[in-house]
């Protein structure tokens, strides 16, 4: 018999609403209560979830449709919500607002797939009864939405208060003052990372102080169960037998869908840590680089003893993937703010950063099998979103064709070098993709032990 997940999803009437400091506060009242919260982030955010992920303990998952689908949100869904007691899901932008001004993947769209009760978040600063015009339009704008509760945000005095409590058109579940303590600061690719500002961690106390946590336990108690597909058995090969798959794991590499991590691990590789920063050489069998922040630790990779062992290991055939920020660092160098920084050298390129956003939006693709990474070919699903471009060499050669999206360029991406790949596309891993990858692994592995 499958269980009933209690579950909501908390959603904003637009960005910039609050809807950040609601939900996360909401994750840290409810883990205060004792309960065990899994979060959710729809969209291709990497930030945010960092902030759900210290809060609740539990690793937070995007659900998004544009690159897993319907199907693949619900497993991973039902997957991270195991030994739950509530799943909390932060809904991106607006209600409504999915892929290009349609419905697609907006936060709407997932509610709709979970069956998840929504909690409206509304700014209510410098504007009192109109407010209502606002929610009663999100309420009747689609039938298939269930509205059950409004949070109003950054409110002012009493009287302010009482002037929008005049009326109700959706039950009230807070108020929640102007809290400009709470903020966390921002920089080019979003809020900071969890580990550089843990202001959110505080707004627990805020939300148990001025939410009604009984009335949304009971929403989420009463959500219907949704259709979930049965969990998929891990890889159950012994560990001696996986190949070891290094994952780059500081403040430079910080960028991962989880649900990628934990499809390789799945899928039969061994995940193991390590931190070019710090200088560390993973002992592995393949090596994956995240997007996140290495320009702003450019000083320090080019001085780790790590750069320079990267490139020998590239060298020597070992199967390495890097996305955005991988990327740039395995160029010959990184430029940013008039400095010229030397990376791993391992592909054939010089990453500039820019003033201007360079991209941004859903990728679609196939590599080919012209890549030293793996034979065949395997289609890809993703997002990219970079303050920099790459400078490739006349000889540069491309693993990655685009049919959406700007990748490197040309509707290129994957450039590439024996077995290493740098994309600009933060890839949504499937099935397919994860086999490719461990198979390369074992096969430089194999081909080692041999020497």
């Known amino acids: 018999m499958q269980t009933v997940i209690p579950r909501v999803l908390v959603a904003g009437t637009h960005s910039g609403c609050g809807k950040t400091t609601i939900a996360t506060g909401l994750m840290a009242a409810l883990v205060a ?10 969209g291709p ?49 607006g209600l409504f607002d ?118 949304i336990l009971e929403i989420a108690r009463a959500a219907p169960a949704p259709d979930l597909p049965k969990t998929a058995a891990p890889d159950a090969r012994p560990k001696k037998d996986r190949p070891v798959i290094a994952v780059a794991r500081d403040a430079a590499f910080c960028f991962y ?23 560390e050489i993973p002992e592995a069998d393949a090596i994956y680089l995240g997007g996140g922040y290495p320009e702003l630790h450019a000083a320090a990779l080019a001085r780790s003893r790590s750069t320079k062992a990267i490139r020998t290991l590239a060298e020597d ?59 065949g070919t395997v289609a890809v699903r993703g997002h990219e979103f970079h303050y920099s471009h790459v400078e490739c060499d006349r000889d540069a050669r491309f693993a990655l064709r685009l049919t959406s999206g700007a990748g490197i360029g040309n509707g290129n991406d994957g450039l590439f070098e024996n077995a290493a790949i740098g994309t600009y596309t933060h890839a949504y891993f499937s099935d397919a993709f994860c086999k490719k990858i461990i198979a390369a692994a074992a096969a430089y592995r194999n081909a080692r032990e041999k020497k």
């Open 257 to 279: 869908y989880q649900d990628n991590i934990d499809r390789l691990a799945r899928a039969g590789a061994e995940i193991r840590q390590f931190s070019p920063v710090a200088g």
């Open 45 to 93: 955010d990497f930030i945010d979830p960092s902030h759900h992920t210290l809060i609740c303990g539990r690793p937070s998952r995007n659900l998004d449709i544009c690159m897993m689908g319907e199907a693949g949100i619900k497993r991973t869904f039902a997957e991270a919500s195991a030994g739950a007691g509530i799943a909390v899901i932060e809904g991106a932008m």
């Open 98 to 215: 999915g892929r290009e001004g349609s419905d697609t993947a907006s936060a709407a769209h997932v509610a709709r797939v979970l069956g998840a009760p929504v909690i409206l978040v509304v700014d209510v600063k410098a504007v009192s009864r109109s407010i209502h015009a606002t929610i009663k339009g999100f309420r009747d704008f689609d039938p298939g939405i269930k509205i059950a509760g409004v949070i109003y945000n950054r409110g002012g005095s009493d009287r302010h208060r009482q002037m929008i409590a005049e009326e109700e058109y959706v039950p009230a579940l807070g108020w929640v003052p102007r809290q400009p303590d709470a903020e966390v600061k921002s920089r080019h690719l979003g809020l900071l990372m969890a580990d550089e500002s843990p202001a959110l961690t505080k707004y627990g106390k805020v939300i148990e102080e001025t939410c009604d946590l009984d009335r």
């Open 317 to 375: 055939g070992m199967p390495i993937y890097g996305e955005c920020g991988g990327l740039m660092y395995l160029c010959g160098s990184l430029e940013s703010e008039g400095k010229e920084y030397k990376m791993t050298g391992i592909l054939p390129g010089r990453a500039v950063m820019t003033k201007r956003l360079a991209a941004l939006g859903y990728v679609k693709g196939a590599f080919s099998g012209s890549a030293g990474l793996w034979p």
């Open 33 to 42: 209560r004792g309960i065990t919260v899994q979060p959710f982030k729809t």
